[in-house]
């Protein structure tokens, strides 16, 4: 070999003993890596323990990286992975007038090479979008997202590297007072409510849950920090430090405490004892200190979901410790992270149990989510009427085994009812799923939805005439773009007004929601068009007759010519869920058993209860024994405390569907003096009686007081993705008690 040439290779002998080697470490591998990280060559090791790798020789002298140790996929392998996995490490200088290099000798004991067998772990989980339509709050899948799986270091190995000025400020924690800790900033505050909620009933508005338990205050004293701090758990939101409110207040450890006062040793040896316990404090304190390695990247499906095998680090003896991000892409060669919660620490997976489910759930704009695909348990080609808007058909009286016709539980009244009490109203838009059996197999393509009152003739079912689309997204020329399918309504043979089945897949890419409420409905119900509201006349009685009460809403089933089919004839089963719950497995129940099957016109029928016509809200003049205050002032001059002062109010719906609540102020920062609620009456004979008090106590301790007084009557109709608070109604009132003045002699 000529001095100072270039040459192709040099030829690296790789020599290893494997101390009591298993039978179930098939291959061991050995691999070359330049300084810098590059792959140079990878050899698995022969029967007598021997591998030859080949490493190209410049000019320059060379620092070469052989690391022996298991098998890793070659979309893993680089060297940071090789050590990770416990990979044996040997460097080499190669110079370009050596001649021959010797053997490079490996001997592996037994606790190197337990890190190589039996360290593979199953990760899995599911990415979901927070959607909020209406008020309510949905998660949807988050389909075709790329989902980085990162390994986190140790606790061990965090704490032996925190600074001494890091560990005093942990001394500082555990023995003495909590420090402020500040706490991300809490949401905005809620919209201006259109009505006052002064009153202690129930409001037709109230504050979001996550405000209710968002608590951005400074750590409580240490007496009560682990109630604080326990129950931890790595999500997104509400902040770490409030997810737990169990009242379990006791004092930390004494030997943790004690060991604070002590050496670092032994105070680091009692913090990794506890530190489950203080696992949420360190993660605020220290969030960049805490190191993570990528060590997988997985795709989820249609529904979400992800899964992979990784392996585990032979750095970290324990359970893995994961944390995940999530990526999709918007545009060619543009990627945005749409789940990346931070700081680390507080969103680490630690000791992931292998197998367990992850969920992580994001509300990034962009993030594209896909239709619900919950797993749905029935019998083969079923058809199943899933809700209307959001609500399980399984909340509607009459359509669940407890209160079907003729059940026990049935109450006639209550016919068409959510949960018993609440009618339908606005537009509703049943939800329908269908068994991709029906059009692949039975060539089933086509169905119809019809409503109509119960005492109408079969001729006077109304079609539903409403656009129904469903949108997906495909890839052109390297961009994504959003696709209309359209589902109907159309006509097909003689039939009109069908719509078409959605099929499984979409003729390109994959089914998209932009919009989570039109983009789930199956048909279109303007209950307004055909049942509209009536109000009340000048004496608060109701005019006109009902347009409201019991409406059924037909699904049929159509092939692909357009021609009727038997259900029953073809094996089809009608099915509801048997549950309020719409996410997770949907169990199912027979709509036949139920009543809502008419084998005689071959289609599903659902009976609800409709109800348009508003509230009605009326404060009168409150009186003084009897004398109403003057309408232009309000002004009631009383010269008894003992007076009697009563304050009457109408609160109204036509068939009693609302509930109302009546309170009273005086000033502006005193407690109620008066707070009502209840249900609305029918008309005002049937009003509930005024409230009275007497002037003392109104007043309490004033002379002169003035009052506020405020009703507000809330519908309690539902278009099954939110309350139709269009139908509400308000009033507002203000009088005045003053002590009436002895004129002078």
């Given at each position: 070999?000529?001095?100072?040439?270039?040459?192709?290779?040099m030829?690296?002998e790789?020599?290893a003993?494997?101390?009591?080697?298993?039978?179930?470490?098939?291959?061991?591998?050995?691999?070359?890596f330049?300084?810098?990280?590059?792959?140079?060559d990878?050899?698995?090791?022969?029967?007598?323990?021997?591998?030859r790798?080949t490493?190209p020789?410049?000019k320059?002298?060379?620092?070469?990286?052989?690391?022996?140790?298991?098998?890793?996929?070659?979309?893993a392998?680089?060297?940071?992975e090789?050590l990770?996995?416990g990979?044996?490490?040997?460097?080499?200088?190669?110079?370009?007038t050596?001649?021959?290099?010797p053997?490079?000798?490996?001997?592996v004991?037994?606790?190197?090479?337990?890190?190589?067998?039996?360290?593979?772990?199953?990760?899995k989980g599911?990415l979901?979008?927070?959607v909020?339509?209406?008020?309510?709050t949905?998660?949807?899948?988050?389909?075709?997202?790329?989902?980085?799986?990162?390994?986190?270091d140790?606790?061990p190995?965090?704490?032996?590297?925190?600074?001494d000025?890091?560990?005093?400020?942990?001394?500082?924690?555990?023995?003495?007072?909590?420090?402020p800790?500040?706490?991300?900033?809490?949401?905005?505050?809620?919209p201006?409510l259109?009505e006052?909620?002064?009153?202690?009933?129930?409001?037709?508005f109230?504050?979001?849950?996550s405000?209710?338990?968002?608590?951005?205050?400074p750590?409580?004293?240490?007496?009560?920090?682990?109630?604080q701090?326990?129950?931890?758990?790595?999500q997104?939101?509400?902040?770490?430090?409030?997810?737990?409110?169990?009242?379990?207040?006791?004092?930390?450890?004494?030997?943790?405490?004690?060991?604070?006062?002590?050496?670092?040793?032994?105070?680091?040896r009692?913090v990794?004892?506890?530190?489950?316990?203080l696992?949420?404090?360190?993660?605020?304190?220290?969030?960049?200190?805490?190191r993570?390695?990528?060590?997988?990247?997985?795709?989820?499906?249609d529904c979400?979901h992800?899964?992979g095998?990784?392996?585990?680090s032979?750095?970290?003896?324990d359970?893995?410790?994961?944390?995940?991000?999530?990526?999709?892409?918007l545009?060619?060669?543009?990627w945005?992270?749409?789940?990346?919660?931070?700081p680390?620490?507080?969103h680490?997976?630690w000791?992931?149990?292998c197998g367990?489910e992850v969920?992580?759930?994001?509300?990034?704009?962009?993030a594209?989510?896909c239709?619900?695909?919950?797993p749905?348990?029935?019998p083969?080609?079923?058809v199943?009427f899933?809700?209307?808007?959001?609500?399980?058909?399984w909340?509607?009286h009459?359509?669940?085994?407890?209160?079907?016709?003729?059940?026990?539980?049935?109450?006639?009244?209550?016919a068409?009812?959510v949960?018993d009490?609440?009618?339908?109203?606005?537009?509703?838009?049943p939800?329908?799923?269908?068994?991709?059996?029906?059009?692949?197999?039975?060539?089933?393509k086509y169905?119809?939805?019809?409503?109509?009152?119960?005492?109408?003739?079969?001729?006077e079912?109304?079609?539903g005439?409403?656009?129904?689309?469903?949108?997906y997204?495909?890839?052109?020329?390297?961009?994504?773009?959003?696709?209309?399918?359209?589902l109907?309504?159309?006509?097909v043979?003689?039939?009109?007004?069908?719509y078409?089945?959605?099929?499984?897949?979409?003729?390109?890419g994959?089914?998209?929601?932009?919009?989570?409420?039109?983009d789930?409905?199956?048909?279109?119900?303007?209950?307004?068009?055909?049942?509209?509201?009536?109000?009340?006349?000048?004496?608060?009685n109701?005019v006109?007759?009902?347009?409201g009460?019991?409406?059924?809403?037909?699904?049929?089933?159509?092939?692909?010519a357009?021609?009727?089919v038997?259900?029953e004839?073809?094996g089809?089963?009608?099915?509801?869920?048997?549950?309020?719950?719409?996410?997770g497995?949907?169990?199912?129940a027979?709509?036949?058993?139920?009543?809502?099957?008419?084998?005689?016109?071959n289609?599903?029928?659902?009976?609800?209860?409709?109800?348009?016509?508003?509230?009605?809200?009326?404060i009168?003049?409150?009186?003084?024994?009897g004398?109403?205050a003057?309408a232009q002032?309000?002004?009631m001059?009383?010269?008894s405390?003992?007076q009697?002062?009563?304050?009457?109010?109408l609160?109204l719906?036509?068939?009693?569907f609302?509930?109302y609540?009546?309170?009273v102020?005086r000033?502006?920062?005193?407690?109620?003096?008066?707070d009502?609620?209840?249900t609305?009456?029918?008309?005002?004979?049937?009003?509930?009686?005024?409230?009275?008090s007497s002037?003392?106590?109104?007043l309490?301790?004033?002379?002169?007081?003035g009052?506020?007084?405020?009703?507000y009557?809330?519908h309690?109709?539902?278009?099954g993705?939110?309350?139709?608070?269009?139908?509400?109604?308000?009033?507002l009132?203000?009088?005045?008690?003053?002590k009436?003045?002895?004129?002078?002699?």
């Open positions: 070999m000529a001095t100072g040439s270039t040459r192709k290779g030829p690296l790789v020599q003993t494997i101390v009591d080697r298993p039978a179930e470490l098939k291959t061991v591998m050995a691999y070359a330049s300084s810098g990280g590059a792959l140079l990878a050899q698995p090791l022969d029967k007598e323990g021997r591998a790798l490493v020789v410049g320059e002298p060379a620092d070469v990286r052989v690391v022996l140790g298991p098998e890793i996929e070659k979309d392998l680089d060297v940071g090789a990770r996995r990979g044996a490490e040997r460097h080499v200088a190669l110079r370009p050596a001649e021959v290099i053997p490079i000798r490996f001997e004991n037994p606790d190197v090479w337990r890190c190589w067998i039996g360290r593979l772990c199953v990760v599911t979901m979008k927070r909020v339509s209406g008020g309510v949905l998660h949807l899948p988050v389909c075709r997202a790329v989902v980085d799986v990162f390994e986190v140790p606790w190995r965090i704490i032996v590297e925190l600074p000025l890091d560990i005093d400020r942990l001394r500082e924690i555990v023995d003495g007072p909590w420090p800790i500040h706490l991300p900033p809490p949401p905005p505050p809620p201006i259109p006052f909620t002064f009153g202690s009933a129930p409001r037709p109230s504050l979001p849950g405000l209710a338990s968002l608590n951005p205050q750590l409580p004293p240490r007496g009560s920090r682990v109630a701090i326990r129950g931890f758990d790595p997104p939101d509400p902040p770490v430090l409030a997810v737990a409110q169990q009242a379990m207040a006791a004092p930390l450890p004494a030997a943790l405490v004690l060991a604070a006062r002590g050496p670092r040793v032994a105070f680091e009692a990794l004892d506890h530190v489950d316990l696992r949420p404090i360190l993660c605020w304190l220290y969030p960049l200190r805490v993570k390695t990528k060590i997988a990247t997985l795709t989820t499906d979400g992800f899964r095998v990784i392996w585990r032979c750095n970290n003896s359970k893995p410790d994961l944390y995940f991000t999530a990526r999709q892409r545009f060619p060669s543009f945005i992270t749409i789940y990346e919660p931070t680390v620490g507080c680490t997976h000791n992931y149990a367990t969920s992580l759930v994001t509300s990034h704009p962009f594209r989510a239709p619900p695909c919950p749905v348990v029935a083969n080609n079923w199943l899933m809700a209307i808007g959001n609500t399980s058909v909340r509607i009459g359509a669940n085994t407890t209160t079907r016709v003729g059940a026990p539980g049935h109450v006639a009244a209550k068409g009812l949960d009490t609440a009618p339908w109203g606005g537009t509703l838009r939800r329908l799923e269908f068994d991709s059996s029906l059009r692949a197999d039975l060539g089933v169905y119809r939805v019809s409503y109509k009152r119960p005492t109408e003739a079969d001729t079912w109304r079609h005439t409403e656009a129904v689309n469903r949108h997204t495909r890839e052109v020329a390297g961009d994504l773009i959003l696709e209309q399918f359209p109907g309504p159309t006509t043979g003689t039939s009109p007004h069908l078409e089945i959605p099929p499984a897949l979409p003729p390109e994959q089914w998209s929601i932009p919009n989570v409420v039109l789930t409905q199956n048909a279109v119900i303007p209950t307004v068009a055909v049942a509209p509201g009536l109000g009340f006349d000048s004496s608060f109701p006109g007759t009902d347009q009460g019991l409406w059924q809403i037909r699904v049929e089933l159509f092939d692909a357009g021609s009727q038997d259900p004839g073809l089809i089963t009608w099915r509801v869920p048997e549950s309020t719950d719409l996410s497995t949907i169990q199912t027979d709509a036949a058993t139920l009543g809502l099957v008419d084998a005689v016109r289609c599903m029928i659902v009976t609800v209860r409709v109800d348009n016509n508003p509230c009605a809200a009326l009168d003049a409150p009186t003084l024994d004398v109403p003057p002032c309000g002004v001059d009383y010269t405390r003992s009697t002062v009563r304050m009457p109010f609160a719906q036509r068939n009693a609302a509930t609540s009546f309170a102020r000033g502006a920062d005193s407690p109620l003096e008066v009502l609620s209840g609305a009456a029918t008309s005002p004979a049937t009003s509930p009686a005024a409230p009275t002037v003392d106590d109104l309490n301790t004033c002379q002169t007081a009052f506020a007084e405020h009703l009557v809330a309690t109709a539902t278009d993705w939110s309350r139709q608070g269009q139908y509400d109604a308000q009033d009132r203000a009088f005045v008690l003053a009436k003045m002895t004129p002078a002699p």
